[in-house]
T-cell receptor, first 109, second 115 residues
């Protein structure tokens, strides 16, 4: 049973554009929702995270929007740059995390 | 080192063989996690330790998989009678304490290929 569904599978955005990745979860007990960024051959690295008591969190060019009633959350990358090209994973959980399948983002100049 | 260290970085073995994968967490981190990442998939939880004890091993797929952390620092993931389906990148992560902040520090992984 896939508990965290992520879309799209891949995304191509022009430099300067907005990248949007969506996730949906099923388990209402989840209380922590991080996004991880992974470059080829590297381990995932925490990008930004949110708790369900807030609807939005912004850190620099990265924003998480969270909709508790819909059990959905999304990552927005403003002013996308070629260096943002990577695979992004949403995750949800508490002490252990359930990850989505990932979104491969390509930012073209 | 400053980060989570995993060895070997690559391991090729034959079906039926025994494999050990090692994880050296960030110094002082008490919580340690193992995840498995198959090609094109997100990391899948296997087990986590708080100190020396396994706090949750519900993600281990079957009894061929076992992990230890005898002194509360380095951990070893052991796979017996390997199968081709075990081929994946095995990721280790650590955090300063057992926490629900989700801030895991991952290593670069050990890529296991079972022929």
């Amino acid at each position: 049973q896939q508990q965290v569904k992520q879309s799209p599978q891949s995304l191509i955005v022009q430099k300067g554009g907005i990248s949007i990745i969506n996730c949906a979860y099923e388990n209402t007990a989840f209380d922590y929702f991080p996004w991880y960024q992974q470059f080829p051959g590297k381990g995932p690295a925490l990008l930004i995270a949110i708790r369900p008591d807030v609807s939005e969190k912004k850190e620099g060019r990265f924003t998480i929007s969270f909709n508790k009633s819909a059990k959905q959350f999304s990552l927005h990358i403003m002013d996308s740059q070629p260096g943002d090209s990577a695979t992004y994973f949403c995750a949800a959980g508490s002490y252990q995390l359930t990850f989505g399948k990932g979104t491969k983002l390509s930012v073209i100049p | 080192g400053a980060g989570v260290s995993q060895t070997p970085s690559n391991k090729v073995t034959e079906k039926g063989k025994y494999v050990e994968l090692r994880c050296d967490p960030i110094s002082g981190h008490t919580a340690l996690y193992w995840y498995r990442q198959s090609l094109g998939q997100g990391p899948e939880f296997l087990i986590y330790f708080q100190g020396t004890g396994a706090a949750d091993d519900s993600g281990l797929p079957n009894d061929r998989f076992f992990a230890v952390r005898p002194e509360g620092s380095v951990s070893t993931l052991k796979i017996q009678r390997t199968e081709r389906g075990d081929s994946a990148v095995y990721l280790c992560a650590s955090s300063p304490q057992l926490t629900n902040t989700g801030e895991l520090f991952f290593g670069e992984g050990s890529r296991l290929t079972v022929l």
